[in-house]
């Protein structure tokens, strides 16, 4: 198939695109790398550094590309943005998506696949929580995804496409960047590289969801290809359903870390971690149970918590 990758610069997007590339997939990307980067991607992959808000410029990308199916993750993915800057967050993650979904269906693209989010729709829930949930975005990052579900029925409904949302809980992994606000465990492996403590939100009792980049990229490539009705949406949660607190991550990060810098010829001091204050509006747990997308993708997820934690302290060590 030809696929087009938005965000494909970027950590899940670039994984997204190795993954494709991986099946045998023709593959181009449009990214303006704001918080994406072209060292992500493979060379020979067509990427065009467009703003998904410039309406004519993600036109002309779908004409010249034609894509059977496009793979939609670039978006603006700051809560604390999304609250600060609320029409920002709105122009690129509702005005982007009817750009990309306007050109695509335009162009005779047949499917959608939509980086959408667990960990801002279901709110504070101790149990995964299933599809059937009652949405409850209080951010307005949350609302534009919820909103951008919303318009992919639309377009699926009014065009006939085959639409599919992914809900990913919280996903790390290399590549994740580090200078944002999410990506703890990327936080943490820049963090302690540098010989500095990690510092914990609040007490650190923040349970999450935690999703490896590459198992989160198998399950697009399942979505791009999964026998779903065309004219509908369906969304499915893309998590492990295994909670684990700040508390108990920085622990398995700090000696990660660790081990990553010895294997490569250098020690780093581990410290223990300092506490901040807590962020307001945190959820205090939130989990997604994917049943649905084993049954619907054949998909779960492959690489375990310690395992994912490894790979990653060492792709940070590589670069330290
Ligand atoms: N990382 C997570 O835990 C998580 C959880 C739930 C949902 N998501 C969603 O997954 C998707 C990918 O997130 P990520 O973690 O890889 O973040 P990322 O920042 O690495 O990727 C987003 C990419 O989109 C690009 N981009 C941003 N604004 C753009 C614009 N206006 N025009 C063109 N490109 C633009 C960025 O340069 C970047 O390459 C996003 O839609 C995000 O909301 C991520």
């Known amino acids: 198939m030809n696929i087009l990758v938005t965000g494909g610069a970027g950590f899940i997007g670039s994984h997204i695109v190795d993954a494709l590339l991986a099946e045998g997939h023709r593959v181009s990307v449009i990214d303006d790398l704001s918080s994406g980067s072209r060292d992500n991607l493979p060379a020979g992959v067509p990427l065009h550094v467009v703003d998904i808000v410039d309406t004519a410029a993600v036109a002309k990308v779908l004409a010249a590309e034609r894509p059977d199916a496009v793979c939609h993750q670039a978006a603006q993915m700051s809560v604390s943005r999304s609250v600060r800057e609320p029409l920002f967050d709105a122009q690129v993650n509702c005005i982007g998506l009817i750009n990309v979904l306007d050109a695509a269906v335009r162009e005779g693209c047949k499917r959608v696949v939509f980086a959408s989010s667990g960990g801002v729709l279901y709110g504070d829930v101790t149990t995964p929580a299933p599809e059937s949930t009652p949405a409850n975005p209080v951010s307005p990052y949350g609302i534009t995804k919820w909103v951008g579900e919303r318009y992919l029925s639309f377009y699926a409904a009014e065009h006939g496409i085959t639409a599919v949302a992914l809900r ?58 999964a026998a779903c009705a065309p004219g509908t949406l369906t969304s499915l949660n893309i998590g492990t359903g295994i909670g684990t607190d700040v508390v108990e991550l920085e622990a398995l990060v700090r000696p990660a870390v660790a081990a990553a810098a010895l294997g490569r010829g250098h020690s780093v001091a581990s410290p223990q971690p300092l506490h901040g204050p807590s962020r307001p509006g945190d959820l205090r747990s939130n989990l997604v149970d994917a ?16 395992d994912g934690i490894a790979r990653t302290a060492a792709w940070f060590a590589d670069r330290a």
């Open 168 to 225: 990913y809980s919280n996903v790390y992994g290399p590549r994740q960047n580090p200078h944002g606000e999410a990506g703890v465990v990327a936080i943490f492996c820049k963090k302690l590289l540098a010989g500095e403590p990690a510092v914990i939100n609040g007490d650190g009792h923040y349970v999450r969801d935690y999703v490896y980049g590459p198992d989160v990229a198998r399950a697009n490539v399942l979505a791009l290809s």
């Open 291 to 306: 049943s649905k997308a084993a049954e619907v993708l054949g998909w779960q997820p492959t690489v375990a918590f310690a």
